[in-house]
């Protein structure tokens, strides 16, 4: 069983920046595909980014090119994703997931554990 506390959440003004945090339990974190999802009030749940575990390939969606970085740090079990450029569109609930096998997935169907989700609210 595999645990994902996301934290670092918040309000931020149009072109702020924000770093999120996912802290893992388990041995065997650093060889699960992680990601980030996002889901806003009324919509479906939207990949954002996903990297693999060794952190030497990354996916982003188009709209988050250039603005958001997905990271991981195997010794501290936590992924992050740092935010910056923050549009009022990217106001969702951002959760966490793992993807135990397989090279990284886009399809949320495809990750096993999930984190209970933080909040980003922008305001423009």
């Known amino acids: 069983q595999v645990q994902l506390v996301e934290s670092g959440g918040g309000l931020v003004q149009a072109g702020g920046s924000l770093r999120l945090s996912c802290a893992a339990s388990?041995?065997?974190?650093?060889?699960?595909?992680m990601g980030w999802f996002r889901q806003a009030p009324g919509k479906e749940r939207e990949f954002v980014a996903a990297?693999?575990?060794?952190?030497?390939?990354?996916s982003y969606t188009n709209s988050v090119k250039g603005r958001f970085t997905i990271s991981r740090d195997n010794a501290k079990n936590t992924v992050y994703l740092q935010m910056n450029s923050l549009k009022p569109e990217d106001t969702a609930a951002y959760y966490c997931?793992?993807?135990?096998?397989?090279?990284?997935?886009?399809?949320?169907?495809?990750?096993?554990?999930w984190g209970q989700g933080t909040q980003v609210t922008v305001s423009s």
């Open positions: 990297i693999n575990w060794s952190g030497g390939s990354r």
């Open positions: 388990g041995r065997t974190f650093s060889s699960y595909v």
């Open positions: 997931a793992a993807q135990t096998t397989g090279s990284i997935g886009t399809n949320w169907r495809a990750y096993d554990y």
